[in-house]
């Protein structure tokens, strides 16, 4: 279904980009990832990559440095071309409560989950617009919908990928080109394995699917939005959560 077309996904060396990356390679994209420094994660991906048979690259990227996103952006393109699929997903977490939060812990997690996802969207804005086409993924949480206490930036960070979200996709509906977002509740991944004990068994508890998700249920959802038959979605959030947001 994606045979021939070619997608940039931002942090898929490990978890839920990772996921993502194969899904979409599996039908048949071609796929570019960023990543920030864990190489052998990068490699991992990279290996799965290539029992799928499509193109691959990953590209040791901080989203959030707007030059180095601007030149890797470049360099991807003279490398597969056009990019007619962008997921927005490397993120990172500061969790404290708000009054330990330092003003370098909110910025840090605002740089790479909300900065980052506008530098790489502006990057491929002109492509999209020549092309005509284009899907926009960007991975949202449901503490952007609900707030979720000691993650005061991260939840901001998350709804206010949302407000880019309707923004990007308003400004690119008439060219063909769809952005949309999505909200995972509590996935099984690195950044869930490094919360504590206590707070994930909590918030698992309140899942009315009673159970944590899984990556590749959340790259179900993305690749439908990434594919032609999502022609008609554009601003959505998506919950993928098990209920947890009802
Ligand atoms: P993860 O396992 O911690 O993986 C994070 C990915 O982002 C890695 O590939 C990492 O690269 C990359 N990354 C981090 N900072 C980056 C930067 N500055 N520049 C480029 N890449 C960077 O996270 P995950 O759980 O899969 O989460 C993926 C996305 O889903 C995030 O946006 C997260 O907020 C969101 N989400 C996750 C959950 C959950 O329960 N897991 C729930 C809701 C939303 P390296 O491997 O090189 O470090």
């Not at 590209?59 to 030149?71: F, G, L, N, T």
């Not at 900065?115 to 492509?127: C, D, I, N």
């Not at 068994?201 to 009315?208: D, F, Q, R």
């Amino acid at each position: 279904m994606l045979k021939g077309q070619n997608a940039l996904i931002t942090g898929a060396s490990r978890g839920i980009g990772r996921a993502v990356a194969l899904e979409l390679a599996r039908q048949g994209a071609n796929v570019c990832f960023f990543y920030a420094g864990n190489n052998v994660a990068a490699q991992e991906t990279l290996s799965l990559l290539a029992e799928t048979g499509v193109k691959s690259r990953a590209m040791k990227v901080d989203v959030s440095d707007e030059q180095a996103v601007a030149q890797a952006v470049k360099e991807a393109e003279a490398d597969f071309g056009p990019f007619q699929i962008l997921v927005n997903n490397a993120g990172r977490t500061v969790d404290k409560l708000a009054l330990q939060l330092s003003a370098e812990d909110f910025s840090a997690v605002l740089d790479v989950n909300l900065k980052g996802a506008f530098f790489v969207t502006r990057a491929l804005y002109r492509s999209f617009m020549r092309q005509k086409y284009g899907r926009i993924v960007n991975i949202s949480s449901v503490a952007g919908l609900m707030g979720n206490p000691g993650q005061a930036a991260y939840a901001a960070s998350k709804a206010g990928l949302i407000g880019l979200t309707k923004t990007i996709a308003k400004e690119l509906a008439k060219r063909g080109v769809t952005c949309n977002a999505v909200a995972p509740g509590f996935v099984e991944t690195d950044m869930t394995a490094s919360m504590p004990k206590a707070a994930l068994e909590a918030g698992v508890a309140a899942i009315p699917a009673g159970r944590i998700g899984r990556p590749e249920e959340i790259a179900a959802l993305c690749a439908f939005l990434a594919s032609p038959a999502a022609s008609y979605i554009t601003g959505e959030v998506i919950r993928a959560d098990g209920g947890l947001g009802m």
